[in-house]
């Protein structure tokens, strides 16, 4: 009758788990974290780090993909458009990344905004959760697609460009009037013709950056029901199907 039915179904469906399903499982969570310049993305991912203390998670930053210079480039570093999706290496990020979710260490460089070099190596270990996070982390949709859940930081214009004028003066020792320069010139344009329009990917938007801790707390309790669902499916693999056919 139609009992046997449903139960017949259901007992197709436990014994089927989809590969794409399985293997879904078996990887690392990756969050995205995009938004304009000095919006509050690092200040987000350090909280979700700090909240996620027990877990493993590392942090990769799309500057650590800035195409590097030759010495004669070098001297022409404010014609340059250090905003511009063209800026990054993102093959190079895609490796890194292909890396990581299959559980293999890399060697990732560190920026240095004063040289405009990224010589020096740091070594990051295969995690639980990988957060990639930089300007335009959503523009590649080869990049999108790794991402497990999106956020977008979004700050206004006026306050972004107080902290970067303070940043770019007091951290990277440039000049007040360089930064304003590079702002018109650069940085305002990309971020409506390339950042802006990656919001549309966001899963999430978060106002204010930073200071929103409500955001950041509803979004740390979601990340942890998905890694407790990751590691009750490695020991019964068939878990979610059963959780997903009797919700159905
Ligand atoms: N940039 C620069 N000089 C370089 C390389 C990059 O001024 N040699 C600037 C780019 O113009 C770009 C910015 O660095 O606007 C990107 O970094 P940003 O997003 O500000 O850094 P985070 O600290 O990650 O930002 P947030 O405040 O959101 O954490």
Do not use: W
């Given at each position: ?97 292909d890396k990581l979710k299959h559980g293999e260490a890399v060697d990732i460089p560190k920026y240095d905004f004063k040289t405009y070099k990224s ?57 007040i009037g360089a930064v304003l320069d590079q702002y018109s010139k650069f940085v305002k ?60």
């Open positions: 009758g139609f009992h046997m039915d449903g139960f017949e179904q259901r007992k197709a469906s436990i014994e089927q788990p989809t590969t794409s399903e399985t293997d879904m499982y078996e990887q690392p969570f990756v969050i995205g974290v995009a938004g304009g310049a000095a919006s509050g993305k690092t200040a987000v991912c350090d909280m979700i780090i700090q909240q996620l203390h027990d877990q493993r998670v590392v942090l990769v930053n799309q500057d650590s993909f800035y195409n590097n210079f030759s010495e004669e480039e070098l001297t022409r570093v404010q014609d340059y458009n250090f905003d511009h999706p063209d800026a990054f290496d993102t093959e190079q990020l895609l490796r890194v990344m010589d020096v190596l740091r070594r990051v270990n295969p995690s639980d959760v990988i957060i990639l996070e930089g300007i335009l982390v959503f523009h590649d949709q080869r990049v999108r697609e790794l991402m497990n859940m999106k956020i977008f930081v979004d700050t206004d214009a006026d306050v972004r460009l107080a902290r970067r004028i303070r940043r770019d003066t007091n951290e990277k020792g440039r000049d344009p990309a971020f409506d013709d390339f950042i802006l329009p990656t919001k549309k990917y966001a899963d999430i938007i978060i106002p204010r950056g930073g200071d929103n801790h409500v955001a950041i707390d509803l979004i740390v309790q979601h990340i942890r029901t998905k890694l407790g669902q990751h590691d009750l499916c490695k020991i019964y693999p068939n878990l979610y199907v059963i959780q997903s056919t009797f919700q159905i």
